[in-house]
């Protein structure tokens, strides 16, 4: 199953819909794109909505650090949304999850921009 995005503007803040595998090759290249697409566009606040997304691999993890940093040298801040328990344990394991602002429900995500 390959990866899908959609973007959606909430209060200012851009929320990224992902669904399927964030893996080496397609599912992190479609997150890289849409993230400088969208930084690019001028949208700063993002938030990932990773409901939908049932695996991650070490590629994926790099790019979702890669679109973290990428958002706070221009300038923006990215947030996570719902994760699911796999990706939520991988980001325990690999202590990312210190790294990230990981929000459980899209209110609270939206809310958390100042």
Known sequence: M???VGSRQVDGVTIVDCSGRITLGEGSVILRDTVRDLLGKGNKKIVLNLKDVNYIDSSGIGELVSAFTTT???GGELK???LTKKVNDLLQITKLYTVFDVKD???SAVKSFK
């Open 80 to 82: 996570l949304l719902n």
């Open 72 to 74: 706070k040298n221009q």
């Open 2 to 4: 390959t990866m899908k």
């Open 105 to 107: 429900d899209e209110a």
